[in-house]
């Protein structure tokens, strides 16, 4: 059973998320906080696996929300929920430790193979915020050092790199010639040796280095 936090700062986009995930068998709600401090308090209280963060909220917003669970409770997962009015927090919202981006009107299905892949480890981005988060971090000065590059060894850097361009484990591995658990090794230390916890922040480090070509 995954068990979800719903933060948001309105009623029906939280009663919305909480209809919908009720119909799902293997996902509990376990709290529907309507801010970011009652977030970070329900998540030390009930321990979820998971919240669905709304970014843009008076108070403590979702990215500083982030920040603060994803310091003092690392396992929990944050999925960050976005509008098309919002979505220039989307950036920030990495840097916080935010593991993937939703709209507020993902479809069914999405919104729950989003959240089971996410608790897997995995890293959902949807198609609609994307290009505004590369976008981003393309406009910040690309830093040309090494950085990072000396911190990965040569093959690590390989898979960093196929990583960045959006290639699954199993994409990276048919093109490297390696098995899907070697490629799973190399990122986990790619992941140890940059100080990240998920692919979409590696991804911008090897962007903002100008790793990617």
């Given at each position: 059973?995954?068990?979800?936090?719903?933060?948001?700062?309105?009623?029906?986009v939280?009663?919305?998320?909480?209809?919908?995930?009720?119909t799902?068998?293997d996902?509990?709600?376990?709290?529907v906080?309507?801010?970011?401090?009652?977030?970070?308090?329900?998540?030390e209280?009930f321990?979820p696996?998971?919240?669905?963060m709304?970014?843009n909220?008076?108070?403590?917003?979702g990215?500083?929300?982030?920040r603060?669970?994803?310091?003092?409770?690392?396992?929990?997962k944050?999925?960050?929920l976005?509008?098309?009015?919002?979505?220039e927090?989307?950036?920030?919202?990495?840097?916080?430790?935010a593991?993937?981006?939703?709209l507020k009107?993902?479809?069914?299905?999405?919104?729950?193979k989003?959240?089971?892949?996410?608790v897997?480890?995995q890293?959902?981005?949807?198609?609609?915020v994307?290009?505004?988060?590369?976008?981003q971090?393309?406009d910040?000065t690309?830093?040309?050092?090494?950085?990072v590059?000396a911190?990965?060894?040569?093959?690590?850097?390989?898979v960093?790199?196929?990583l960045?361009?959006?290639?699954?484990?199993?994409e990276?591995a048919?093109?490297l010639?390696?098995?899907?658990?070697?490629v799973?090794?190399?990122?986990s230390g790619i992941?140890?040796k940059?100080d990240?916890?998920?692919r979409?922040?590696?991804?911008?480090?090897?962007?903002r280095?100008?790793?990617?070509?």
């Amino acid at each position: 059973m995954i068990r979800v936090l719903i933060c948001d700062d309105q009623d029906v986009v939280r009663e919305g998320l909480r209809v919908i995930l009720g119909t799902t068998r293997d996902i509990q709600v376990a709290g529907v906080p309507s801010n970011g401090a009652e977030a970070v308090e329900l998540v030390e209280k009930f321990q979820p696996d998971l919240v669905l963060m709304d970014l843009n909220m008076p108070g403590m917003n979702g990215i500083q929300a982030t920040r603060v669970i994803r310091t003092k409770f690392p396992s929990v997962k944050v999925l960050a929920l976005t509008t098309y009015d919002a979505d220039e927090w989307v950036f920030d919202a990495v840097r916080a430790g935010a593991s993937g981006y939703l709209l507020k009107d993902t479809p069914r299905a999405n919104l729950i193979k989003a959240i089971e892949g996410t608790v897997a480890g995995q890293t959902f981005v949807d198609p609609s915020v994307a290009g505004k988060l590369f976008t981003q971090v393309a406009d910040h000065t690309i830093v040309h050092d090494t950085t990072v590059a000396a911190t990965l060894n040569p093959r690590e850097l390989e898979v960093l790199r196929l990583l960045a361009n959006g290639q699954s484990n199993s994409e990276i591995a048919a093109q490297l010639f390696l098995s899907e658990g070697t490629v799973r090794n190399y990122v986990s230390g790619i992941f140890t040796k940059l100080d990240v916890t998920d692919r979409t922040q590696a991804a911008i480090i090897a962007l903002r280095h100008g790793l990617v070509d």
